[in-house]
Structure formats: C-alpha cells, structure tokens
C-alpha cells in the first residue's frame, strides 16, 4: 500500500464530518443525498476555489502547491505523459496521490479528479494489456464483448491511481482520409450505438431505478467515462480532422448524435467536445448543441470538458484572442477547461469575466455543481487516495486472454481462394514457411498510435506483447520450420519451395492530424513485398491498418486476405484463426473502397461501387467444427476411419488436432 503521512490521516479522520471548530459538515457526509452534498459545498465556494474546479492540467505543471493554492479540479496526462519510463502500477500511484494530497489540504479540501486516454485498455502505460482499437472492435458486432474489455479497462487504470477515462470515441467515421477512423467502432451509426455498452463496463452498470442522464460510477474498479467527440468530429470534409463538418440538422442528428443518446442513457460521466465545426461553427462555441441540445433534450447532467487547448482553437490563428474564446466556450455550456498549461492565464480571464458580468455566476454555478456531482457520484470523497490494490490487474493474463478474444472475432476475412479450394485454415505441419513483411515482427505497428506514447512507436522493445511472428512461431508443428524475411526477393522465395507465405503488411503509426492521409496506401515496402510474394507462392496477406488501404492492384495475386485492424499486444489472435482454432466472423465495419477517387462512400450512398462491401466478411467454421460435422454427417453411412483419413487429406493441419 501506498505510504500516506500519517499527518494526513489524522487530518482526514478530523475533518471527515466537520470543520475545524467540529461544526458538522454537510458535503462530507456520505449518508446525505448526492444533491443535497452538492449544494452545500457550492454555497461554501468562493468564486476563486469555483473557477479552480473548471480547470485541468496536465501533469508537466502540477505540483502540490499548485493544486492547494490554486483550488485545481483536475489533473491529466496528455499522450505518453508518465511518471517515468516503463513506469509500475505503483510508480502512477504514489504520483498521482501525491497530487491529491495537493487537493485535500486546500480549505475546503476538495478531491481532484486525474485523467487519462485508456482508449484501447490502458494504452499509456508499460505492461498494459492493449486491446484492438476500437474499428477492429466495431468488426465484432459484439457489444457484450466491449463492455467485458471496458471493464478490464477500468480495473487495469484504477491499478494506477486513476479514476477517470477520455473514453469511448463514439465518432461516425464517414472517411477513412481522417487520421483518427481508427477510434471509430464504424461508417454506422447503429453499431456505434451498440458498441456504447463499453460504457457500462467502465463505469457499472445502473440499478434499475437509475434516472437516466444522470452521471453513474459502480465501485472502486470503476472509473468516470467520457464519451467524445461531441458533436460531427467524424464527418468533416475530406476527413480533415478538426475541420468542417457540412450537413444540415437532419444529417447531424441522424448519423452523428444517436450514439451520444446511447451513451447518457446509460450513464456516461462526462462528455469531451470535438476540436470540429459544424457548417462553420466551431463546437466548442456552440451553445445551440451543448446547452441546448446535450444538456437541454437530452437531459445530460454530468460534466462537459473540452479538449485538448480546444479553447485555445476556437480562434484563428489559436491563441489570438484567448479572452474571447473563453467566453465563448464557458457561455456555450463548457464546464471543464482541458487547459492544460497556462492555467494563470485561463483563471485570471474567467475570474474578470465574471466580475465584470460578462459571464453570469449562474453559469459558473452550473458547471461547478456538474463536476461535483461527478466527483462524489464515484465515491471520490470519500476514497480521494489510491492504493496498489489492483496492481496485480495490470497486463494480467486473464486480460491478455480477453484481448486475444477480441482479436479472433475482429478479424475479417475478405477473400479466401475459392469455393472448392480454400487457402484457410493453414496446415500446422508443413515443410517451410515464409513469414514477411513490414508489420510481421513489429508490435509498435501492430498496436498504433495511443500506444505509450501519442503518435505510438515501431519496434518490440516498448511494452509486452506477442507479434504475428511470435504467434506464427509458437503455432506451428515442431517440424515446420519458419523463416522470417521482411521483404524477400523473387529469387530468395523460388530457391526455398515455401509450403506457403504469411505477409503482414499495413500502415505506420499516427494519430490524429499527423494520420489525415489522401493517398492510403500502404508504407513501403509493402506493395513491392505483396505484388513479389505473392506471385512466387500461395499466400495469406494480413493487413494491419486503423482503415481500408489501397488493396484492389494486389487482390488477383492473393490467396486469402485478412483485415486485422490494428489487433494491439496479443498476435496469437490472429493465428488463432489463421491455423483454425477458431474460425473468422468479422465483418466490415466501414466501406473498403476500390480507390481514393471514390472518397467519401459509405453504405447507403449512390453510387456505391466498392472492393467490399460494408458488412463483408467470409465466415470459417474451426477446425474442431469441420472434425465433429464431417464426422457426425458420415457416421451413419460411412466407415469412421475412412472419415478421418478424408478429413486429413483435405486440412492436413487436423493432424495436430488428432494428436492431442
């Protein structure tokens, strides 16, 4: 357990229920309603300590009188913001609470609330298991799936210390030119409603006489959701991220809301708004749409926090008129202020505001009691100290083991020879076999951006995991030797008689902006590895990518063609269903296009002309499933022997099964 002065117990033990002179104390009763605590402890508030609750930080600038002095609410670390390299559970924890202690002992001893970016599980920090990101988990079709992965999610983020998550994205990824499709669960909007019950995972589920709209946080292993981006940040023009998005109400309300409808039935926390605009307007500043629609129709009572410096941008250049864009933002319905930096500046702009009454304190009021209610909604109050409780949880094996389920089912399998000849499920046992390409020992690629750091990393060497070679490897017959050459002559292949050929190829990391991308396709050399491979030996290319990739040139000369998305730290799912333990069920969660010309096309558009279609995916029974059916169809005629032998013959890779 975490070290806490003993000091700071005593003083907690002191003024848990009262005050210093021992009047009782309302808002630290934890048997008082969770209304009733609100308004209490906003009638004690100056204006100084409201305002200190809208803003949050990042980490780089906390410090412990930074948050007493200044009444902080909220500390985050941005993308790849950690306590040091290859931090422990216990590391992020003894940090964390060391910012808390910073809060507690301000006057009215207010708990802060850290934050994190756990968008595909607890993606920052070293050792975490990393599952698919989230348009490999929208090919599942399988919401109870993700709430179980929102679940692991959250206990592997409170084994560090923190207890609050800017996820789900439940962006409508309509262009796969956007740099952030791959935090898209797809193009649909009824999938990415359904996909919302990684929510209920986070947080808990509701009991049943829950008031929706309300904010709903279940236990100590669970933690504060954000649903984001609000509102159209999926549908801007070329998929230019932080841009336009241009349609009427109609479109808006159709395509881009349900999901948000979805997501405050059942509880959802907080809601982040998108850096985009609407037909011109910039989200941020649309009062129309955050007070008027998400906190007015809908009836969202948690807490709405902008962006990174989402503020800042809300001018042009960001930055030229920061007054202003503060305004803006706190009239539009903003409660918590993503500063993350210069919170001197952003204080002492709304302070003034306020004073000269250009900002009512109504307004201020509103967004105060929203975060509060938050904050005592998930037990902070009375449990504001992590402790290393959950260390244990963080990359544990029965994770690792979900993860690798949700690889195998967002596989999509888009061609597969043909009818009377399928290339899967691949033979165990074979003489040689040539595994290739850019993505095939690469576990930086394989996770994507959001992984350790924010733009991810290349190579094997940042967290734990197993790569598609380590999974191949580990997968085959003893006697099947496995030969590793990232990109292979024609010269090399013809000289080795390769049984067959498993090539991973896919895109570099990115995320965000640095993902926007016009061309699509894949990093080089990759088309060069396909088109020579693939001529020269029968092959299965796997395409590891966060969208569709220019794949229609290569597609004659493949065997079988797999989407793995971008699949995270457990590879053996993918040899999973490679070698038939388990058989493909994916589907296409958006439009894979034939060419970049056709951008932007989504289901339902005409014309619609793609490589494949949303929805695709060709389904593979298991092994085991061919044995038992074969088997079990031919007993009552047949001689069982000769069904094995014929069962042999036609997937030489059940002779591992037979053996075990």
Not at 6 to 22: A, E, P
Not at 455 to 466: F, I
């Amino acid at each position: 357990m975490s070290k806490v002065p003993v000091k700071i117990l005593l003083w907690m033990c002191c003024v848990w229920v009262c005050n210093g002179q021992g009047e009782y104390v309302l808002y630290k009763d934890p048997n008082q309603k969770v209304s009733d605590r609100v308004v209490d402890l906003l009638g004690r508030m100056t204006l100084e300590e409201k305002i200190g609750q809208m803003v949050q930080i990042d980490r780089s600038v906390a410090t412990v009188n930074v948050m007493r002095d200044y009444f902080i609410g909220s500390v985050l670390s941005g993308g790849g913001s950690s306590p040091l390299p290859e931090a422990t559970a216990q590391n992020w924890v003894d940090m964390i609470n060391e910012y808390q202690k910073g809060a507690l002992v301000s006057r009215l001893g207010i708990p802060m609330i850290y934050g994190i970016d756990a968008v595909h599980g607890h993606n920052n920090v070293y050792n975490a298991t990393i599952f698919p990101h989230n348009v490999g988990l929208g090919a599942t079709r399988d919401p109870d799936l993700v709430k179980r992965i929102g679940a692991a999610t959250a206990v592997e983020v409170r084994a560090t210390g923190i207890p609050y998550t800017f996820a789900p994205c439940i962006a409508v990824c309509r262009d796969p030119r956007w740099g952030r499709c791959y935090e898209s669960y797809s193009e649909d909007h009824r999938v990415v409603e359904d996909m919302t019950d990684v929510i209920l995972g986070l947080q808990g589920e509701p009991p049943s006489n829950f008031k929706h709209g309300v904010p709903f946080v279940g236990g100590r292993d669970k933690v504060a959701a954000c649903a984001k981006h609000y509102v159209g940040d999926g549908g801007t023009t070329r998929g230019v991220n932080e841009n336009n998005t241009v349609t009427d109400l109609h479109g808006l309300l159709s395509i881009h809301m349900p999901a948000y409808a979805d997501a405050i039935y059942k509880g959802v926390s907080t809601v982040m708004v998108s850096y985009s605009s609407w037909n011109g307007e910039k989200m941020h500043a649309n009062t129309e749409l955050i007070t008027g629609y998400l906190k007015g129709t809908l009836r969202f009572k948690g807490f709405v926090i902008s962006d990174w410096q989402g503020v800042d941008k809300i001018s042009s250049p960001p930055h030229s008129n920061y007054t202003a864009s503060v305004q803006a933002a706190i009239q539009a319905g903003i409660d918590m202020v993503m500063v993350p930096f210069n919170f001197n500046e952003f204080i002492n702009d709304l302070m003034s505001l306020v004073k000269n009454k250009v900002i009512p304190i109504t307004r201020i009021d509103d967004a105060v009691s929203r975060i509060l209610l938050v904050k005592f909604t998930m037990g902070l109050f009375e449990n504001p100290l992590a402790d290393y409780s959950f260390s244990n949880e963080l990359g544990s094996q029965a994770h690792r083991d979900l993860a690798r389920e949700a690889v195998r089912k967002s596989l999509v399998l888009l061609k597969n020879g043909n009818k009377t000849n399928p290339m899967l499920p691949l033979p165990r046992k074979a003489l040689r076999i040539l595994v290739a390409g850019t993505h095939a020992d690469n576990l930086g690629y394989q996770c994507g951006g959001w992984t350790i750091t924010w733009q991810g990393l290349s190579g094997n060497k940042n967290t734990r995991g197993t790569t598609i070679l380590g999974a191949i490897q580990s997968s085959v017959d003893q006697s099947t030797e496995v030969v590793f050459h990232e990109n292979p002559d024609a010269e090399f292949i013809k000289s080795n008689n390769f049984s067959y050929a498993i090539i991973a190829v896919g895109e570099p990391t990115y995320a965000e902006t640095a993902g926007d991308n016009d061309k699509l396709t894949m990093m080089d050399p990759g088309p060069a590895i396909v088109t020579s491979t693939c001529q020269s030996v029968k092959c299965v290319v796997v395409v590891v990518s966060g969208r569709p990739l220019v794949m229609e040139p290569y597609v004659a000369y493949i065997e079988a063609l797999v989407a793995a998305w971008l699949p995270g730290t457990e590879g053996q799912g993918i040899t999973d269903a490679l070698f038939g333990d388990h058989g493909f069920s994916g589907k296409l969660p958006v439009t894979w296009f034939r060419n970049t010309e056709q951008l932007p096309m989504s289901y339902g558009d005409s014309p619609y002309d793609p490589l494949f279609a949303y929805g695709s995916g060709l389904e593979t029974e298991s092994v085991a499933s061919i044995v038992a059916r074969s088997t079990s169809a031919s007993a009552a005629s047949t001689n069982p022997c000769l069904v094995t032998v014929l069962c042999l013959l036609l997937f030489p890779s059940l002779s591992r099964v037979f053996r075990r």
